[in-house]
């Protein structure tokens, strides 16, 4: 076998385009199919050519269905631009590798790298051993490094125990007679077919308690609720809600879930039966006056 020699043809591609093969992160069936495309490309010295599917696939080995799926992945990442030609698609390069949709590797890394530095610099040690002391008032403190100045504000002692008695009077919104309540409530509410996690509920009922919602007025909704299954037939379906949706952010216990009247069969064959009943008096009415 000789060896590959230029005489016998080559491929004439920008530098930086080749780079930028190389430094994002294509999938190996991208990569394969990407140089494919280049060598039948810049490979004839055209910008594009019409290829078929199956003829990416006899060149790479990559079955149809992967070529034909990998070939649409790096047109929508915009790598390569593609129309409809002849016997197959008309495919070329995007040359502005800046808008491809790939991550570019390297780029990240650098960035990575800067932004390493720049926190090395502006936050030295000395500056986080000062910052994380606990001092006896909260204070701002400048610390010089360098030519830049760094401004911090400690948390001392003082602003901790305040933000902890923020959390525990949240906290005592759940009371043991929320609780009650809410066995109350999950004690009435309409049975339904299918799941219905209480602790769902539970969670539910005490976010809503957590944002101002009053449990006596949710309590209050699920017995109206429960009254307006049984009127309509509901209980024991699953057109009933999930107690952890009723007492959700939509806050279904706030409706009024008020009962229709519905009229009766009986009543309407009866009026019909007095109507007929009055044609056939006056029918006869008649009869006798002639």
Known sequence: MTSPQLENGYTRIANELLTAFYEHDFTKRQQRLLLCIVRKTYGFQKKQDDMTITQLSNETGISRPHCCTTVNELFELNVIKKTKGKRGQIIGINKKFSSWGVTNSVTVKQDQQKRAAVTKTVTPLAVTKTVTKVLPKQKQRCYQNGTSAVTKTVHTKETIQK?????????????????????NAWAIYPKRTGGNPKNSARKAWNARINSGEDPEAMYSGAKRYA???????????????????????????????EIKPIKSSKTISNSGAVAQAMKNLQRERSDNEH
């Open 163 to 183: 933000k902890g008695f923020k959390e525990n009077i949240k906290k005592e919104k759940i009371t043991p007679k929320t609780d009650t309540l809410f066995e």
């Open 227 to 257: 009254n307006f299954c049984d009127a309509t037939g509901k209980t024991g379906s699953e057109y009933v809600k999930h107690t952890a949706t009723f007492f959700g952010p939509d806050c279904h216990f706030n409706e009024k879930w």
